[in-house]
Each structure stands twice: as C-alpha cells, then as structure tokens.
C-alpha cells in the first residue's frame, strides 16, 4: 500500500509538468496554431522608418508607421543592459529560452496561492511574445499562447546569439510618444543616442518597459521615477552599481529632454515634405529582390542627400532673424488702415470674396462639406469663435478666435521661400519652404510660383552678349515702344522704368543690369524677340510655361524658387546647366545601395557668355558708375555698405508691380542661392517701393545667410573664394569707369 501511495503521490505533483510536456509536445507540432517558420525567425517582420539623412551625417526626419530604427548591439551602453537583464531576466545568459527554475517557482507559487513568487517570462519570451503572437481573448488562447511563446523562445535561443536577442528585444519594444525601438526613445525621451544614456535614464527607459502607458514621464512623472528607482535598486541588489551610486541616483530626479517625433518639428519639414513625394514615387518604380514594390514607412530605407545639416540652419536661422522683423514693420506700416493690408481702392466685396476663398480652402471648409453641410451653414459654422492656437513670431497664442477671423489674421503674415545649391554639383545644401511648417505647410520653393520681376532680365543680357553685344554697348534712355501689329498686342506697349525716368543719356548694357533698367532691357527684347527667350529658358533648365510675348523682359511670368536658383547656377558653372538634385544615394535596411543619383546637364551658353554674366552680375552688388548719370548705383549695393561683405558676389534683386513679389538671387563660386518674400494674396503688400522692393524684402535673408555661413567656414567647406573668370574678359568689361576716379566710396542704391 505504501508504494501505492508514494506512486500516488508522485503521479499527483509530476501531472502538471507531465501535462504540461505533453501540450509543448502538441504546440510543437502546431495543434494550437502555426509556428513562425525558420525564414521567418531569421527575419522577424519589423517596421522599420525610412531615415532622411543629411550630408554630413545627420538624421533629418523619418518616415514611419512606427518610428522604429534599427541599434546594433554595440551602440547600446553597458548600464542598459545591466539594467535590463537585473530588473527583467537575472539568469538571462543561463538558460535556453525558457527558465525553469524561474518557472518551477512561478507554477509553485500559482498553486500555493503566492502573489510574490514572481514571473517566469524570460527576455527571449517577451521577445517571441512581441514578434509572433496575437494578443489573446479568453484565458485558454493565454495558455496556448504561452505554450508557443516557450517554443519560438527554444528557436530563437537555437539561431540568435544572447547580444543578438537583447538587441531585437530593444529594437521591438515600443516606449510609447512615438518611440519604436530603443535608438527612437532614446532621441524623443533624452534627445540622444543610446550610448550616451546615463545609469539613470537607461534605468528609466528599462522601468517603462513594465507598462510604457503607466509609467509615461510625460504624464506621470512621480509613478515613473518611482518604477526608475526600482530598477536601480534591482541593479543594486545584483552588484552592478554600489550602495552609495544607488543612494545618489534615487535622489535625483528624471531630467528629460523630449523632442516627439513630428513632422512639424525638426530641420528641414519643408524639404522632408517635398522629397517625401518624391520618394513614393521612387518607391512604386521600384521592386524588391524578393518581390513587391518597396515601403516608404516599413521597409527602414537609408535616404542620403545632399542638404547639409549646418548650412540647411543657418538658412532656416536667417530666415527667421530677417522675416519677422520685417513683419513687424509690416504691421507698423499698416497701422491705422481698416482695410489692411489690403489698399484702400479695394472694395470691401473683394476683400470678402478673398476671406471666402481662404475658407474654402481650408480643411475645416472640406470636412465640414464632406459632413454634409451646406455653404450657408458652413459660413455660420466659420462665424462662432472657438479655442484655437494661432502662430505669432514672439510664439504661439492661445485664444479665442472665429475661423473666419483667424483667415484675415494669417492673411497679414509675410512668407517666404528659399534654396541654396552648388552650381558645380547640383546639390542642393538648404531648402527653406516657409516660415514655420508646423502652421503655413504650402512649399515656396518646387510648389509655389510667383512672378519672377527682375531676376529674369540676366537672361536676356546674355542673349545679347552671345550674341556679340558688348557689356559696355550703350542704349539710349528713351521709351521703347513694342507696336501692337508687329507683335500681336492688342495696343502699343512701352515700358516704364522705375520712377518713369527717362533722359537723352545712353546707358551701358553694364549700367543697365546693374540697376535694373527697362529701357534696356526692352531694347535686348526688341532685338531679339520673345521666342529667343523662351528657347534660353528651356535650356536653363525653367519647365514652367512661359509665353513668348515682349512683356517677358520683365518678368511677368510665374516660376519657382528651385527654378531660378537652377538657372542661375548656368553662369557660374561655365555655362552649363546642372539640374539641382536632392538625393546622392538611397540604401536598403541592410547597407545595400539600391540607386546612386547624379544631376542631368545641358549645356545652355558658352563659357565666354558665363564669365561676363558674372562679372555684370557683381555689378549689382559692387555698383556701376555711369559718366551719363554721373554715380555709381547698383541694385544690390546694400551687401557691401550694410552687411559688409568684401569678397567676390553676385547677384540680381527683383521686385513685380506693386511690390507684390520680392526677390533675390545671389551667386559666389560655391553656392547660388535665391530667395522670394512676399504675402499669401498678390493684393496684400507694402504700400510703397522703397519698403517692398526686393532689397529690403529678399535680400537680407540671403545676406543672414552668407555671414553665417562664412563665419563657419571650417565646418561648411564653403570660403569666400573669386570666381573662376579670365583676365580677357575683364578687360573687356571695362567701360572707363577708371577716368573718373575711385567711384565706389559712394555707392547709391537703385530701386
């Protein structure tokens, strides 16, 4: 009877572990579900983001589902780990999986009623548990779920190292705010890489993996240091920090430094939203080894372009020290009109019609017509004040604003667009769309066209000079009249130069760029007709359509920042276009480079053309005396007395009919860069020249720009160098200015 007993007795406490055996043994065959196969363990599926990479090595902005980014194990510091296996898995690098001791207590525990035997789930579990299994419904698909969970964790102990298996574990979890993997959490929590993290924060971002959502720093601060100091107080109780680190640490409180993950913010939004299209272009061209097209947010793409990180801030950094000065004398300017900005001969209808085309566009306007509502209910809807968050230079401004009132608010705001590549390369170093994305996300740079003035008249001097003119060919300052039979016009036109100054003195070609004079450049269209332009247009690289009209040697046509900038690199590359690119290579996850990229060229003048287009260029800005006129003037001169730059530049100012536009476009022998500013609406803008012409609106943004670039010199690469141009063509770009002494100690700035 005894041994009967004992065989009782031992049938009794072994059943569980017998049963237990047997339903690992029916998992394993899949009878509870199918088991990930051996392809699948060597590849666990993760959403990995695609990184925008800059030129020198910094990551710009991701495109995710998850924002997930892959860490080698030998970017992960020593305390995370310790951290880790001391607070989730003591005996981690001695068992195979699956700890038994670990469970043995656990199931003891269970049966005996103790809540303080602890947990059996291994890192390796909790890794199979995120890779291959559903979240369960009932307590029976628990079981069966962790059945599977102790074999894929048997697999996964078979073909991955330990490193490797904590390094997936850390590049799985997900830290809540945006942070998929520990390279992402480690950016949004402490704005760093995993390496550098502290004994402290390794220790917090560990403790949250208990329950990210509870133990959230950005909610609960207090329940998070208090899960932090457990953790340190696991790593003390296993000797990988001493009693007195221990003491100093839980003394100390969470110092974060959060920066989410978000479009809105970070370096360049402007450029990550452009290439973005452009990159789901690439993406469904493209097809994987393995098949299928490529994915834009899963498949962990290394994007490497050609903005450099440190240029592309000192673009964004001048552009916000010029434009919102200039708001605010904008705001000074209009002070007192009821009407602002709009002119005063605006009738109160059209200011109407322009608030009510501001809310049709506007996503509210869609959603609610999507919702079904009518055009008067909507207007209703658009009339009731409501809590809203408004951009203001001086920083956000939470109130209380109807929609329709927070339309004329943001029809004030003045914007602008801006871009700066190497003329020799194509690449493009900075990409400033607007002034905060995160409030104005329309792209003034590819996307956005406006008329382009003044800037465009280069063009035409080079038709003259390839043509044989000479810089120093004089042109009388008269009317030129373009007869309406002759060139299909509907009346006689004749340009006016600025001001209506009109005199008997005859004026250089020279003279004329530098001071942008319509006379000539009336004369050059007269001679060579629309046609010719728009074929040069064609060649330096401008898609936009543009008539072949006489109006053209003003610039009255439409194009984009990338445009000109892209044109203008044609002088300075010897008369070569090189189109502007933004992409130098794209990468799979695994380092293998999918396609290289380089710029298209086309050879648009000759390089003789080019050199004197420069050196009539630099006229604007260094001034050309005229014996005629009796001073030395240039449109551009403020570069020199104002911001006092001494080295070789280049450049052209444009300002369209009632200072709706401003513009500048400037060229060194390493970068051209242009800029545009004006307002959303053409009818919103300075009331006079002298405030809103181009040397006052554009200009200063590109100058912000070059000082910091050149105060920067060692790191950006970029030196105030001379331009490339032979002595021939400065000897033939003497006019005899030199007999009348040395003019440029008073330079007068023309407009």
């Not at 995370?80 to 699956?98: C, M, N, P, Q």
Request: charge should be neutral.
């Amino acid at each position: 009877m005894n041994k009967i007993k004992i065989i009782f007795i031992w049938l009794f406490v072994t059943s569980p572990f017998l049963i237990l055996f047997f339903l690992v043994q029916l998992a394993s065959f899949g009878y509870f579900g199918e088991l990930p196969s051996f392809d699948q363990l060597e590849n666990p599926e993760n959403n990995l983001a695609t990184q925008i990479i800059s030129e020198d090595g910094e990551v710009l902005g991701k495109y995710f589902f998850e924002n997930r980014t892959k860490a080698k194990f030998s970017e992960l510091p020593e305390n995370l780990i310790e951290a880790l296996i001391s607070t989730e898995d003591i005996r981690f690098r001695e068992h195979s999986g699956v700890d038994v001791r670990s469970l043995l207590r656990a199931v003891t525990g269970a049966i005996l009623g103790k809540k303080s035997a602890g947990g059996a789930s291994t890192i390796t579990q909790q890794l199979a548990k995120m890779l291959f299994t559903e979240r369960p419904s009932t307590g029976i698909e628990r079981i069966t779920q962790k059945l599977k969970e102790w074999i894929i964790s048997a697999q996964l102990e078979r073909r991955y190292t330990k490193e490797e298996i904590i390094t997936m574990y850390l590049n799985k979890f997900d830290w809540v705010n945006n942070a998929v993997g520990i390279k992402s959490a480690s950016r949004v929590y402490f704005n760093k890489d995993p390496i550098d993290l502290s004994i402290s924060e390794s220790a917090m971002l560990v403790g949250m993996l208990k329950n990210p959502s509870l133990y959230n720093p950005n909610r609960r601060i207090e329940l998070t240091k208090e899960r932090r100091d457990v953790v340190l107080s696991q790593m003390k109780k296993y000797n990988f920090i001493t009693e007195l680190l221990y003491d100093t640490l839980v003394h100390q409180g969470i110092k974060l430094d959060f920066k989410q993950a978000s479009h809105n913010e970070g370096l360049a939004p402007y450029f990550r939203e452009y290439l973005r299209g452009e990159l789901k272009k690439w993406c469904n061209k493209n097809i994987k080894p393995g098949g299928g097209k490529y994915n834009l947010y899963t498949d962990g793409l290394k994007v490497y372009t050609t903005i450099n990180s440190r240029l592309q801030r000192f673009a964004e950094d001048a552009m916000k020290t010029h434009i919102s000065a200039l708001q605010q004398d904008f705001y000074n300017h209009w002070e007192g009109y009821t009407k602002a900005p709009y002119p005063d001969e605006f009738e109160w209808e059209q200011i109407t019609e322009i608030i009510d085309q501001g809310m049709r566009r506007s996503d509210r306007y869609k959603k609610l017509k999507k919702a079904g509502f009518n055009d008067e209910e909507i207007k209703e809807n658009f009339n009731i004040k409501v809590p809203m968050t408004l951009f203001s230079w001086n920083g956000e401004i939470d109130t209380l604003l109807s929609p329709r009132d927070s339309i004329w608010y943001n029809k004030f705001f003045i914007h602008s667009g801006m871009m700066s590549m190497d003329p020799k390369t194509g690449f493009v170093k900075s990409y400033v769309g607007g002034i905060n994305y995160k409030y104005f996300k329309y792209d003034h740079v590819v996307v956005g066209k406006r008329q382009v003035g003044s800037t465009f008249k280069p063009f035409l001097y080079s038709l003259a000079i390839q043509e044989g003119y000479s810089p120093c060919y004089e042109i009388p300052n008269v009317p030129v009249v373009f007869d309406k039979k002759r060139w299909g016009l509907e009346k006689d036109w004749a340009p006016k130069n600025s001001g209506n100054e009109f005199d008997e003195h005859t004026l250089t070609l020279k003279f004329g760029l530098a001071n942008s004079i319509n006379s000539v450049t009336a004369y050059i269209m007269k001679q060579f007709g629309p046609r010719a332009v728009v074929d040069l247009a064609k060649k330096i690289g401008i898609k936009s359509k543009i008539l072949a009209v006489p109006s053209l040697c003003l610039g009255t046509f439409d194009l984009s920042v990338y445009e000109m900038v892209g044109a203008y690199s044609t002088f300075v590359n010897s008369g070569v276009w090189t189109e502007p690119v933004f992409i130098t290579k794209i990468e799979d996850k695994n380092g293998v480079v999918l396609e290289d990229f380089s710029p298209k060229t086309q050879e648009a003048m000759s390089k003789k053309t080019a050199d004197m287009m420069i050196r009539l260029l630099q006229g604007v800005v260094d001034g050309v005396y005229s014996p005629s006129v009796g001073k030395t003037r240039g449109t551009g001169v403020r570069l020199r007395y104002k911001y006092g730059f001494t080295n070789e530049i280049g450049g052209k100012t444009g300002t369209t009919q009632n200072q709706s536009d401003g513009w500048f476009i400037g060229i060194t022998p390493n970068l051209v860069t242009g800029v545009w500013t004006g307002c959303e609406d053409r009818s919103a803008h300075f009331r006079d020249i002298y405030y809103g012409q181009g040397a006052n609106t554009a200009l200063p943004v590109y100058a912000e720009y070059l000082q910091r670039v050149y105060k920067d010199t060692a790191k950006t690469g970029v030196y105030p160098i001379q331009f490339n141009v032979s002595k021939s063509i400065d000897l033939e770009m003497d006019c005899g200015e030199e007999l009348h002494g040395n003019t440029n100690k008073e330079l007068d700035e023309e407009f």
